[in-house]
């Protein structure tokens, strides 16, 4: 064994299994998990990929169904906080759907985590690729050298290279995400309390291209049209609002392992929320909803509308807009690593991987073979993908949905069934260990069926299919059964785990 990697040795189990990784303790407080749940989720990001769609299904309703989406997302991470008050572990979904269904659930909850990450990893180093290249065309006013990012012999490798320093700063371990997150965090939040500020001035000077009133009825759901639009806008919502339960899988390293990780997760979705009801509200009453020009309803402006309309709003500071959206990504490609890493190193310590992803850099103690797996996992999923077809990249993307909607739900669900009988000793019990996970998780189930559903229809995503069946569906279906046959092969592999040897389920 070389000394840069070590597996090390379990700390003895608690009577239901659960034992210490190895990872470094006490290094993350709650402004550093909150922080670092920021990055994951990526707002300046997320908003402008996801503000024009929603505003093509919801119109002045934006801000609604924002609060739509974020309902279930604030049930989940109430469950979530519950779990991890009980059991503080790095495998979260994996480790807590074991304990309250057993091995078979529990390993489908952890690989729905792992390829939700994977996939959102392949993505986010593409948009940060995209951006950089127009980062350069803007500085050097070279339309040119925006166009780069269309060369696929230049993009691949480029990719290739932001998933390695990615996977550099993750392997060094907690210290370095949270020096890296500050400072990329801050800029973006910065820079996207600027561009809203500055809409809401133009707003008021009568400078705006389609000033449009602020009124209550943009905050009220059921002024949406249709349940159609409703359940696409949350849809949609419920994606950008992924990515805080990053908080949780870090939870042994953190300075308080059974109050910080669930305070955080609570934060991180509550400053989002904030975040995303300043620069929506900002968007429309700037921009309205027409489907010409700059109005936030135009067909052609909503692959990223903070770069159509950053120049109007920030004038010669736009270009501070594209280096945000740069920030954003990276520091979300960076920050995304650490759940399948934390998550496959759990469920090898388990026994539910091969052991190898067990391993610990004894240097900077931080899960040094499942960092460098799901890194290079992505970079393969990337390639392969973009040599195929640019729509099958970004169809998966859209499958995430599915995956997303699949283990939060089983997740939430999970809460409820694991303190079942002293749910309702308290009325705090009743709230918090019941009706919120409940609420959730039957809502998340429902939105993963009925996207099941919608996505096999061909036009669903970029309108490709497979024997008339929509390549959405396909993709997302595919990645869950390849979940099953690897669940069946390590059955047969590595009996143990499945047998309830290494994690005992809850009675």
């Not at 402004?31 to 996801?50: E, F, H, M, N, R």
């Not at 024009?52 to 989406?69: K, S, Y």
């Not at 489908?108 to 994977?118: F, K, N, R």
């Not at 920050?335 to 052991?355: E, F, G, I, N």
Request: net charge neutral.
């Amino acid at each position: 064994m070389s000394r840069a990697d070590s597996t090390v040795a379990p700390a003895p189990p608690s009577e239901s299994g659960l034992s210490s990784k190895g990872l470094s303790t006490g290094t993350v407080g709650v402004l550093g998990a909150v922080v670092i749940g920021i990055s994951c989720i990526a707002p300046a990001y997320t908003l402008t990929a996801a503000l024009g769609p929603t505003v093509a299904e919801v119109g002045t309703q934006l801000p609604a169904v924002f609060i739509a989406g974020f309902l279930p997302m604030l049930l989940v991470a109430l469950g979530y906080r519950e779990l991890n008050r009980a059991m503080p572990d790095s495998g979260t979904s994996f480790t807590w759907a074991t304990r309250a269904f057993g091995p078979w659930i529990g390993w489908m909850g952890g690989w729905g985590l792992i390829a939700a990450t994977i996939i959102v990893l392949s993505n986010l180093a593409a948009v940060a690729v995209d951006f950089f290249y127009i980062m350069l065309g803007q500085v050097f006013g070279n339309d040119d050298l925006a166009d780069l990012t269309t060369n696929l012999w230049i993009n691949i490798p480029t990719t290739l290279v932001f998933i390695a320093v990615a996977c550099w700063i993750s392997y060094r371990g907690m210290e370095a995400t949270k020096a890296f997150q500050y400072v990329l965090v801050s800029f973006q939040v910065v820079v996207l309390v600027w561009f809203a500020v500055s809409a809401f001035v133009h707003v008021g000077n009568g400078t705006a291209f389609d000033a449009t009133p602020v009124s209550l009825d943009w905050f009220d759901p059921t002024a949406i049209e249709s349940f159609g639009a409703f359940a696409a806008g949350v849809s949609l919502s419920i994606f950008i609002f992924w990515g805080w339960d990053v908080t949780l899988t870090m939870n042994e390293e953190t300075t308080d392992p059974e109050k910080v990780p669930g305070r955080a997760a609570t934060l991180t979705v509550l400053v989002i929320m904030g975040i995303y009801m300043l620069c929506s509200v900002a968007v429309i009453a700037y921009a309205g909803i027409g489907t010409t020009g700059l109005g936030a309803g135009n067909p052609e402006n909503q692959e990223s509308m903070f770069a159509v309309l950053a120049e109007p709003i920030m004038g010669p500071f736009a270009i501070l807009m594209s280096l945000a959206i740069l920030s954003s990504s990276a520091a979300s490609l960076q920050s995304t690593l650490v759940s399948p890493a934390r998550t496959m190193l759990a469920m090898s310590h388990y026994k539910a991987l091969p052991s190898g992803l067990s391993r610990i850099s004894p240097r900077f103690m931080s899960p040094s073979v499942a960092t460098i797996t799901a890194g290079a996992t992505a970079g393969g999923f990337y390639v392969i993908t973009r040599l195929l077809s640019e729509n099958a990249l970004w169809d998966t993307i859209t499958a995430l949905g599915l995956m997303i909607c699949f283990y939060y739900g089983v997740t939430a669900l999970a809460c409820v069934w694991y303190f079942r009988r002293e749910a309702f000793s308290s009325l705090r019990s009743a709230t918090f260990q019941f009706l919120a996970p409940l609420l959730g998780g039957v809502i998340l189930l429902v939105m993963f069926v009925s996207t099941a559903h919608d996505s096999m229809d061909p036009g669903y995503g970029s309108g490709s299919s497979v024997l008339g069946v929509g390549t959405v569906f396909v993709l997302g279906s595919a990645v869950l059964l390849l979940g099953v046959v690897i669940m069946l092969v390590m059955r047969f592999r590595q009996p143990g785990f499945f047998r309830g040897e290494t994690i005992r389920r809850h009675r």
